[in-house]
Nanobody, 125 residues
């Protein structure tokens, strides 16, 4: 299982950004996929998850501003996180995660995801 995030950059407050997570080594259709973030000195928090049937769930921090989606049309099946109206408090390392058990998409808890990417840094100022 391999997850590789990209798209993290510096962005001005109020701006938008789309993160990508290219996946390989597992059946993309059978896994719950999620996005997390971790700011310095804080715990990793779940933002959004998308289940095998396309159902998505969002944490309060992401509702209304972030959208998770997935695209399996390409050779590298990819999951995205569209982020709008970014705020300085969104500054964090953002991680993509996957798990074969759909419960992860209902809980959005770190302990329920078994596979992780290396992260991509988002800075908002």
């Amino acid at each position: 299982v391999q997850l590789v995030e990209s798209g993290g950059v510096w962005v001005q407050a109020g701006g938008s950004l789309r993160l990508s997570c290219a996946t390989s080594g597992f059946d993309f259709h059978r896994y719950c996929l999620g996005w997390f973030r971790q700011a310095p000195g804080k715990e990793r928090e779940g933002l959004a998850g998308i289940d095998t049937d396309g159902t998505s769930k969002y944490a309060d921090a992401a509702k209304g501003r972030f959208t998770i989606s997935k695209d399996n049309a390409n050779t590298n099946s990819t999951v995205y996180l569209q982020m709008n109206n970014l705020k300085p408090e969104d500054t964090a390392m953002y991680y993509c995660a996957a798990n074969p058990d759909g419960i992860a998409c209902r809980t959005l808890l770190e302990r329920d995801f078994g596979y992780w990417g290396q992260g991509t840094q988002v800075t908002v100022s």
